[in-house]
């Protein structure tokens, strides 16, 4: 099993992803949200199932010593000085246990026109980073999911209800594998506090 102070810091720091996504949505739909995800849990037996996810799931690298890589490979392939500190001074990224988030005023500006007062190159160099991260995914083998519906799903739980009507995973375009959602994952922030305790619970099991 992988270091679970590690682990917790995962499902916090995914949290706040969720959570900073979730304030864009009206308080009524959260509410409504917030219902229905209670009801899934009960049904399905959610925050288990996705807690088992989180155990096994191969997470894309937000770490601050890939950004800083990031950073000196745009400075190395275009003559650059661009530093780290320029970023958390200009609020352009945040720190979550040692995990570097994008707010979402910037995300907002990285996929759309470009409202961000900065060097050409910080918000070039921003872009890429975020691109290469859209592009990769949370990866979960066919198996392991298999696995963690047949002991932890509870009635009529299965990997299709799990991507299709859920949506908190989807299967990959040519693969038998599968990749954990996030950003359209809103169970891990109205469940975050189960699913937290039933990490801690999990411990010994792998």
Known sequence: MQDIHIIKQRIEALSFQIKNISKS????????????????????NLAEVIANIIIKVNF????I???????????????????????????????ILG???IPKVVVFSLINTNV???????Y?????????????????????????????????????LLCNELYIIEQLDGSDDFAFRIEHNSYLYFLSNEISARILMLQGMY
């Open 124 to 160: 070039d160099c921003l872009q890429g980073y975020y691109n290469d991260c859209q592009n990769r995914k949370n990866l979960i083998t066919s198996h392991d999911i298999c696995d963690i519906v047949t002991k932890f799903g509870r009635g009529l739980l299965s990997i299709s």
């Open 65 to 95: 010593t890939r950004f800083q890589k990031v950073i000196d490979d745009y400075n190395n392939q275009h003559s650059t000085t661009l530093n780290y500190k320029y970023f958390i001074d200009n609020c352009l990224i945040r720190e």
């Open 99 to 101: 995990n570097v988030i």
């Open 116 to 122: 961000l007062e900065i060097d050409t190159d910080y």
């Open 25 to 44: 949505r009206s308080d009524n739909v959260n509410e409504d949200f917030k219902r229905c995800a209670i009801d899934k849990n009960y049904r399905y």
């Open 60 to 63: 894309v690298d937000n770490s």
